[in-house]
């Protein structure tokens, strides 16, 4: 019997074949070669096929991110600009934005079922649609890749417990993954988060403005509440805290003045993954090239009123900082229903919970606020949140006195970013944009960084 060539096969055959290759440039190659192949894929279940191998590609766990993501910059969907926020519409689309992850869920749990059809979903998706998910996972795999590396090896960061600890014990899976999970949930805030410059303006007589200062700390007080009730958990957030220490960290933010930096920085977070894989993958492992392509990033920032990101993926407020762990069925997180990432929320109570106990004796004592500031700050150093809860007794022994060696003495820790945010923005010279002195301190800052390289390198 003659064998049987691919192209004589029938289509639900070729289908099955469709639905089980590995990724997405794969089902590429096969269907924009063969006209059968692109037939039988335009004219039948082309969707079902499209996320199949995207399930393939991505795995079970980050599926839902990646459709999620695909929605949210093919809409898009974006908060107003402060002035046109309310209470009201953050509510509709914070409520919004959670109902598409839930139909992205929705859709995962029926890809399985024969009768299930794309176009019976809110969801649907094209081959473009795919191709853009895909090169954005691989671009998550790298900058996942790196965060590992880099706390691993301390290429920006010469922090030995932690590479102690990784030594000891390598990175899980699950660790991993929940660094994707995060890079995921900061793009997605990236964008929906985009148009929130703050709105801080001076009155006639050169005064700031209290009243729309007031209604602009209201609102994003709100908004992080509402993003932590109706969107994701607190954990969650927490990772999101993490992953920017680690992010300003790997750009050399913290080596800046801190309120230069929370007058810049904000704005380059809020570009998005594209933006910051560029920067940190795309210098190739050369820091002259990284801290080029940061300052340049920064230059363009300084032309802009000062944005809210970097507030909005902080901890908030100092009153709020203590927050009383529930029970985890409470909570509404963003991955898997809650089931998938229990670890996420043991950590978070580890971290937490202490704080509690701390804050309830007097959370308005002012020396109180520093030691929790300074405990916040090294557990940023660790990026504490994307762990397993396994580690957390060895965070815990580096923030007690008496580790030999010092494992702080030259680390500059993530500063409060809602605190210095606000006091930066509300910097008379910095209101328009960052004046002259800060812009040229910026640059210098950056000189002397290229010139230590060159004579490190000689």
């Known amino acids: 019997m003659a064998p049987t060539k691919i192209n004589n096969l029938y289509p639900e055959i070729i289908l099955s074949i469709m639905e089980n290759l590995p990724d997405i440039q794969s089902l590429k190659s096969l269907v924009l070669v063969n006209k059968r192949m692109h037939s039988i894929f335009t004219t039948h279940r082309k969707g079902v096929v499209l996320h199949c191998v995207l399930e393939n590609e991505l795995g079970e766990d980050l599926f839902v991110h990646a459709l999620v993501t695909c929605h949210v910059e093919k809409v898009p969907i974006m908060l107003p600009a402060f002035p046109e926020l309310t209470v009201t519409s953050i509510r509709a689309q914070v409520s919004h934005l959670r109902k598409v992850r839930d139909d992205a869920a929705a859709l995962q749990e029926a890809l399985p079922s024969p009768s299930f059809h794309p176009r019976d979903t809110a969801m649907p998706i094209t081959l473009r649609d795919a191709d853009r998910m895909s090169h954005l996972w691989k671009k998550i795999s790298e900058l996942t890749d790196v965060f590992v590396e880099d706390c691993r090896l301390g290429e920006s960061l010469e922090f030995y417990p932690m590479q102690d600890s990784l030594r000891r014990r390598s990175v899980s899976v699950t660790e991993k993954k929940r660094v994707g999970h995060a890079l995921y949930l900061f793009h997605i805030l990236s964008i929906f988060c985009k148009k929130l410059y703050l709105d801080v303006e001076r009155t006639r007589q050169g005064e700031i403005d209290a009243d729309r200062l007031t209604d602009s700390l209201e609102k994003l007080k709100f908004l992080q509440l509402t993003l932590v009730l109706r969107f994701m958990a607190p954990w969650e957030l927490y990772e ?219």
């Open 240 to 458: 999101l805290v993490s992953l920017q220490a680690w992010a300003r960290r790997a750009l050399h933010d913290l080596e800046d003045d801190c309120y230069v930096s929370e007058r810049v920085m904000p704005y380059v977070l809020v570009q998005g993954l594209d933006r910051l894989h560029r920067c940190i993958c795309g210098s190739a492992g050369d820091d002259q090239v990284l801290r080029a392509s940061v300052l340049a990033l920064k230059r363009e920032a300084s032309k802009h009123k000062a944005h809210g990101f970097g507030m909005i993926l902080s901890r908030g407020e100092r009153c709020s900082w203590a927050r009383k762990p529930r029970e985890f069925e409470k909570y509404r997180p963003f991955w898997g229903h809650g089931s998938k990432d229990r670890g996420g929320y043991r950590i978070w109570r580890s971290l937490e919970t202490p704080r509690w106990n701390h804050a309830v004796l007097d959370p308005s004592v002012p020396i109180a606020y520093e030691l929790l500031g300074t405990r916040q700050g090294m557990l940023d150093v660790w990026s504490a949140a994307l762990w397993d809860p396994e580690r957390w007794s060895e965070m815990r022994r580096t923030m007690r006195s008496g580790m030999v060696p010092d494992p702080w003495g030259k680390i500059s820790c993530h500063w409060d970013s809602y605190m210095v945010g606000w006091r930066s923005a509300l910097e008379p010279g910095m209101l328009r944009g960052v004046k002259r002195e800060a812009r040229l301190r910026v640059f210098l800052r950056w000189v002397r960084g290229v010139l230590r390289l060159k004579r490190g390198g000689s």
